[in-house]
């Protein structure tokens, strides 16, 4: 195999009709092209093309003009360049006269058989390199290593091994962590981050009154114990694999039910909910996603086996993709790969956290993947979406027993998959073998050695790659671990130890904590690759546990300083758009906490807004129920989700934005649905607290924000609500004292406070 | 929560936030920048920029035609064509669906005939464009990359085929500011219905600051959801309520300090309360006169969804609005100039809706003196082929498409460039995306070469000319 490799490489280095270029040769782009830019382009370049040439690139000068090719790689002494240059014929005498190194550096170059960058991008479909071990020398494509954690700092403060990882960094630059958080501070936070409500007054008195050293321990075992965990947690993955109802692009704002919606997906979601409830290994679970259907005969299986029906529900991860193909004009080739390169883009993307859509078309021009490997990854696929025996996606659709599974499973035997030139499906190149990314593999035999054990009719690809990604000792473990454990740090610290979470590469940025990092992600190697003992011990930390209020200590607060010391507070986050919804449920005491089952139907209004009507529901009720189960469109949120950055679910999405615009604010001011639940707020504070303002203005607080209100809140509450009483009254209202009650309940939705955890 | 306080203030973060000044604060930002006190001199900002060359227009109006008009039944005469219909055609056309592919050349079902005093050719089905023949400058020698919708409208938006790139209006917000500093820069009008296809993609800042990112406006009623409460409050109210919030985030914040986002969202609600007094008028066209309701079609139904849509534009445009980008009706598709089946159906059901308003535009920003600064664009992102899908309808075409710019220093009344005796390949004077870019650009004043921002280490460029090799078309333009 190696031996073939070798052959290929020489084979391909003979189609480019060029030498490997040695380091200490002269190379295109880094010494030939400036030259030729600077002193020649001028005329022969973008602006004029004199005698018909242009010499900016390589392959321009291979193309040449009226006098033919301006480089000839057969006889390179022969070519029009080196002779025109090299007789100090070109560049005509004057102002851009090259020097003797710059002709000398020519000179060497065409002599050397004029080699191409080695990167070259314009050597598509061909590729251009290969992966050396080098390469897997970055360091998110190293294999784990075990690092030791940094000595205790010498505080008085109990500290885990993120603390000490944590402080190390801060002490260098003379900063430690924050104060820890207040109780009622911390309660609604872990509330929040675990299960996205926030806590009840009763909870949080509870919490707050209790002294027991292991208080905070149990908190957090009753919440990762709690059903919501999965809606909370199993609503980021579906981020991250791009979740939505829809198969094609959603741009009509009225839903085609009958081609274009996927009525059983909801089990999917239902799948990702449970599997987090039931703390399933992140292993077991995306071989499942993966290759669930290939895990077992399922054609042979009892269609009522929940089990085997859960394993092909599991693999709907496969079906996010856009898939136009549903409608019959849209059912081309072209859409078809679309289907192929979304599928292997949202994978690469999600798990390994690498984008891989530059070498769809040539070769990644900054991390080592050659176009090859691309296309070896995309021909894992290829035996469930096969281009050329397309199945229309209704009829991937599976109905077993009475249940829906929009499954993914191999269509048939696997097809020859080729390498697109440019990416054009109507230039294939050469055939490509099913296989890995080869960086991320030891040798180039193993990136392509699958390790197959088809059962069924089934190629066995697929679950040849989750063996892969979930070989504890491999290269794609590794990166595979460092990706998800950012990921889970960054949804608790609002940016990850690696800010660009979704990019690992090259281009990405580098781990501010790079020894924390490795270690939490060999610990959660090492301990099953289980979330909640990880979200436990990330919670644990006094690093979380800080407050988010105290000035980093010796600093000036100025924010360019704050941008030194990562960490040495709490960061404020805001909430997420499902959150913010949901909250002000909770509060308004309306919230449908039913777990689980098909998607609440939202309707798209005339007027441009998307609302949630009581009509079409499962139960009149079912309006009320958390924003995890409303249906899932790719865009076409409901208004109050989509000013908040609910994510367009045309691709994946492994981060949030958390933009700051004025839509929010007059949608939080104004929009039906606020105003609406405003009232409901004010009609529990009134029946559940006590005649007198203050301790209406007391419940008010702590229900939607978790504490009392100071002195000076408080009169100024009470003012408010005095104002609006007369304003009612004046205005010949009912209620009045619900209403303007109900008008601090709005105010409060408003605050930050409410919006963003601390 | 991306607070300075959590990674490192990246430049273009930073500028985001220091976009707009309390002091200079607008209506401006509102909708899509985010907005924070100026913590030092803010690079990115709105305001009005002269361009360092001399402009022959200031804003522009985008009267985008997805799906594809087709050249050679309403812009460029074929006679060949017409004699070889149902021949073979000797030459092997590229074709974008599969299985269906004929090379059977196709006649087209329209009459042209000459218009104007130029003698511009036009087919029967935009008569009311035809009739203004003496006022667009005719391009029938575009070409493109991509021969499918997605990826060449993304092209024709952005400049490149793979989405993410800032698109032609984010460019010219970035490069030129806007002169109103009470409403935003670069407005979309779509559709009620529907997304155009590509959605949101084209009009997206990519990876300029938020800011110069197109924003959306309704096209009935106010220009944005919830401008005014849902259910009714005595007056006064929301003035309290303002009042009170503004204290407990104040509160709030000096237990945050440094948190540039609180910081935003306190602003948030002073400039939201601003709007909700000053953006409800902004989309009335009560005043407008009954002929310029008829001007635009309003008075019909079939023109009155895009009619309204190009008298917003004029309004906007005249409120001093840079770029106003309009995307097509919503039926009969997403890209509703797309026809393969049958061109005479498929485009007879499209034109009329589209033809009336787009020519009344025109015509009143002329009869306004607004034509000479605004530079109206017309077309779509590719063309169709010569021969028939084994049907009456045509499949894509990257080769050569026609487009149609009026105002703006465009020679009016003047055509340019010319296709193969079938209209499949440009031949002569052919005009890439990148070259139409250049060439709008440089109409604004704005030279493509040096209009640059730096992302990932490299200058980028709309035109990217080092890889495109764009050139301005001075031929296009008077002067």
């Known amino acids: ?758 | 929560m991306h607070s300075l306080s959590l990674q490192q203030p990246s430049r273009r973060r930073w500028l985001r936030h220091a976009g707009l000044g309390i002091g200079g604060l607008a209506l401006t930002s509102l909708l899509q920048a985010e907005i924070a006190p100026v913590h030092g001199a803010g690079q990115f900002n709105l305001r009005p920029k002269a361009p360092r060359l001399p402009a022959r227009a200031k804003s522009v109006i985008l009267l985008m035609q997805n799906g594809a008009p087709s050249q050679m039944d309403l812009f460029d005469p074929k006679p060949e064509l017409t004699k070889r219909d149902g021949q073979v055609h000797s030459e092997k056309v590229e074709t974008f669906q599969q299985g269906s592919e004929s090379n059977t050349l196709l006649a087209t079902p329209f009459r042209f005939r000459k218009h104007g005093e130029c003698g511009m050719d036009f087919a029967e089905p935009l008569p009311h464009i035809a009739s203004l023949a003496d006022q667009w400058c005719m391009v029938r020698s575009m070409h493109t990359d991509h021969n499918n919708h997605t990826e060449a409208m993304v092209i024709f938006t952005t400049g490149k085929f793979l989405p993410g790139r800032p698109t032609l209006g984010a460019w010219t917000t970035y490069a030129l500011g806007t002169e109103n500093q009470n409403l935003p820069a670069y407005i979309v009008l779509r559709d009620p219905n529907a997304y155009s296809t590509n959605g949101t993609q084209l009009w997206q800042n990519g990876w300029l600051p938020a800011l110069y990112g197109g924003t959306e406006f309704r096209s009935t009623g106010d220009p944005v959801l919830n401008l005014r409460p849902a259910l009714p409050q005595p007056a006064g109210v929301q003035r309290d309520n303002l009042r009170l919030l503004a204290e407990l985030n104040r509160n709030y914040l000096s237990r945050h300090p440094g948190e540039l986002e609180l910081e935003a969202r306190i602003i948030n609600y002073e400039v939201a309360a601003r709007m909700q007094l000053e953006a409800g008028d902004v989309l009335d066209v009560s005043r407008e006169s009954s002929s310029t309701h008829a001007l635009y079609g309003l008075d019909n139904p079939v023109t009155a969804g895009y009619g309204m849509r190009c008298l917003l534009a004029r309004r906007l445009i005249e409120s001093g609005v840079r770029f106003v980008q309009i995307h097509p009706p919503a039926k009969p598709s997403n890209q509703p100039w797309d026809s393969h089946s049958d061109s005479k159906l498929d485009i007879e059901k499209i034109a009329p809706q589209e033809d009336l308003p787009s020519a009344g535009l025109v015509k009143d920003l002329k009869q306004r003196g607004l034509l000479d600064e605004t530079i109206v664009i017309w077309g779509g992102e590719f063309g169709r082929l010569p021969v028939s899908q084994r049907t009456k309808g045509r499949d894509h075409n990257r080769n050569a498409f026609t487009i149609l710019l009026a105002g703006g220093g465009f020679k009016p009344g003047f055509t340019y460039g010319a296709t193969d005796d079938f209209g499949y390949r440009s031949v002569e004077d052919r005009v890439s995306i990148a070259d139409f870019h250049a060439t709008l650009l440089r109409q604004l004043g704005l030279d493509h070469h040096e209009l640059a921002y730096q992302h990932l280490g490299r200058d980028e460029r709309l035109t990217d000319p080092e890889v495109t090799g764009a050139q301005v078309v001075t031929r296009l333009t008077t002067d």
Not at chain 1, 164 to 179: C, D, I, N, Q, T
Not at chain 1, 485 to 492: E, F, P
Not at chain 1, 531 to 557: C, E, F, I, N
């Open chain 1, 1 to 758: 195999m190696l031996r073939f490799c070798t052959c290929f490489l020489l084979l391909g280095l003979l189609l480019l009709g060029a030498a490997p270029a040695r380091p200490d040769e002269p190379q295109f782009a880094r010494d030939v092209k400036p030259i030729l830019i600077a002193h020649c382009c001028k005329c022969h370049g973008l602006e004029a093309r004199q005698a018909g040439l242009d010499l900016r690139t390589r392959r321009l000068l291979l193309r040449g003009g009226d006098q033919g090719p301006a480089l000839d790689l057969n006889n390179g002494k022969m070519s029009l360049i080196y002779r025109q240059v090299v007789s100090r014929n070109m560049p005509p005498d004057g102002e851009l006269d090259l020097t003797t190194a710059q002709i000398e550096t020519i000179r060497r170059w065409v002599e050397a058989g004029a080699p191409p960058q080695q990167t070259d991008a314009t050597e598509s479909g061909r590729d251009g390199f290969l992966v050396s071990d080098r390469d897997r020398q970055f360091w998110a494509f190293q294999k784990l290593r075990r690092v030791g954690v940094p000595p205790i700092d010498g505080t008085d403060r109990p500290a885990t091994s993120i603390d000490r990882f944590v402080s190390a960094k801060l002490a260098k630059v003379g900063l430690r962590l924050a104060h820890p958080a207040a109780p009622a501070t911390l309660i609604r936070r872990a509330q929040l981050d675990l299960v996205g409500l926030p806590p009840e007054p009763t909870e949080i008195e509870r919490f707050v009154g209790d002294r027991s050293p292991d208080a905070y321990q149990r908190l957090l075992d009753r919440l990762l114990a709690s059903p919501h965990f999965g809606e909370r947690w199993g609503r980021h993955w579906m981020d991250a694999v791009g979740y939505s109802e829809i198969r094609g692009t959603d741009f009509d704002a009225a839903l085609n039910r009958n081609g274009d919606y996927m009525s059983g997906m909801w089990r999917y979601r239902q799948y990702v909910i449970e599997s987090h409830n039931r703390d399933k290994p992140f292993t077991r679970f995306i071989t499942e996603q993966l290759a669930g259907d290939e895990l077992l005969d399922w054609r042979n299986a009892d269609p009522h086996s929940e089990r085997v029906n859960e394993l092909l529900v599991a693999t709907s991860f496969l079906r996010m993709a856009v898939d136009l193909t549903w409608d019959p004009p849209d059912n081309t080739a072209f859409t078809r790969f679309r289907v192929l390169h979304q599928t292997v883009a949202t994978v690469a993307g999600n798990l390994l956290g690498l984008s891989l859509k530059c070498a769809r078309c040539h070769s990644h021009k900054f991390d080592p993947v050659p176009q090859r490997d691309y296309y070896r990854m995309l021909a894992l696929f290829t035996p469930a979406y096969n281009p050329q025996t397309w199945v229309l996606p209704a009829d991937r659709d599976l109905t077993r027993g009475n249940v829906k599974i929009h499954a993914v499973y191999d269509v048939g035997p696997p097809p020859e998959t080729y390498l697109l030139r440019r990416g054009d499906h109507t230039q294939p190149g050469r055939a490509v073998q099913p296989g890995f990314l080869s960086v991320l593999c030891d040798d180039e035999q193993q990136a392509t050695q699958l390790t197959l054990e088809p059962i069924g009719a089934t190629s066995g690809h697929r679950l040849a790659l989750a063996r892969w990604l979930t070989d504890s000792e491999g290269r794609a473990a590794a990166l595979m671990a460092r990706v998800q454990v950012n990921r889970v740090w960054q949804h608790l610290f609002g940016v990850g130890l690696v800010s660009s979470s979704d990019n690992f590469g090259h281009q990405g940025a580098r781990p501010t904590h790079p020894n924390l990092l490795e270690w939490l992600a060999t610990e959660w190697v090492n301990t099953g690759w289980r979330l909640k003992p990880l979200l436990r011990r990330l919670m644990g930390s006094a690093v979380y546990r800080q407050a988010s209020t105290d000035a980093p200590s010796g600093r000036d607060r100025h924010p360019a300083a704050v941008a030194d010391a990562p960490l040495a507070r709490m960061p404020v986050r805001r909430l997420p758009s499902e959150i913010i919804r949901d909250a002000m449920l909770a509060c308004s005491g309306r919230m449908d906490r039913q777990i689980g089952g098909p998607s609440i139907n939202t309707e798209a209004q005339p007027d441009g807004s998307v609302r949630i009507t009581s009509d079409n529901q499962p139960t009149p009720g079912s309006r009320w129920r958390r924003s995890v189960y409303l249906l899932a469109r790719r865009r076409w949120f409901p208004t109050v989700l989509g000013v908040f950055d609910q994510p367009n679910m045309g691709d994946h999405c492994t981060r949030r934005e958390s933009s700051t615009i004025v839509l929010q604010a007059l949608t939080m001011l104004n929009d039906q649905f606020v105003m609406e639940r405003a009232d409901d707020f004010s009609r529990r504070v009134f029946h559940e607290a006590g005649p007198a303002t203050e301790d209406r203005i007391g419940l008010a607080f702590a229900i939607a924000l978790g504490r009392a209100p100071s002195a000076r809140e408080l009169e100024s509450c009470r003012q408010l609500i005095a104002r609006q009483t007369d304003r009612f009254q004046a205005a010949g209202a009912a209620h009045v004292d619900q209403k303007a009650l109900a008008c601090l309940c709005h105010v409060l939705f408003n605050t930050s406070e409410f919006l963003y955890v601390e």
